[in-house]
């Protein structure tokens, strides 16, 4: 089964930052990003599939409390019916009440490591966060917890 995944611009530039952006191609068979993500990413990469969303109406809509790019990769990855990378907490909010399957860079990270191509998720978390992408300590804690580098919360 193909995995087929739509991103936003935070996550292609917290990884080209750490040095890997490499992850997403090899966890995820296709990676779309709309035209607005494009721009904002700044570059193009061979294996970024660049794909305009069609209801231009959706995408409106969503502008009014979504960035231009967040818009365009939500209104994407509803129409393609796939997952979406999205780390900003309103734009996932709004993914989720569109019943978009959400994931974040951490939740990359996790997939990574599942799925045997990354040993360890703490040092690429620490790498993203010394280049400015920074998780909650909850966030990061429930990451770790995860991936079973760090304790469980006693109940």
């Not at 990855?77 to 734009?91: H, N, Q, S, V, Y």
């Amino acid at each position: 089964m193909r995995v087929v995944v739509v991103t936003d611009s935070t996550c292609l530039i917290g990884l080209e930052r750490a040095g890997e952006l490499q992850l997403l191609p090899s966890v995820f068979d296709t990676i779309y990003i709309p035209p607005e993500v494009q721009r904002e990413f700044g570059r193009a990469i061979s294996w970024l599939r660049v794909l305009a969303p069609q209801d231009e109406a959706l995408v409106d809509a969503l502008q009014l409390s979504l960035d231009d790019g967040e818009a365009e990769a939500v209104a994407l990855a509803r129409e393609l019916g796939c997952e979406i990378i999205l780390d900003e907490r309103k734009a996932r909010a709004v993914a989720e009440r569109m019943k978009l399957r959400c994931l974040g860079t951490g939740g990359l990270l996790l997939r990574a490591k599942s799925k045997g191509v990354i040993p360890l998720v703490r040092p690429l978390l620490d790498k993203l966060e010394a280049q400015g992408f920074h998780a909650s300590a909850e966030l990061r804690l429930k990451i770790l917890q995860l991936a079973g580098e760090a304790p469980a919360q006693p109940t």
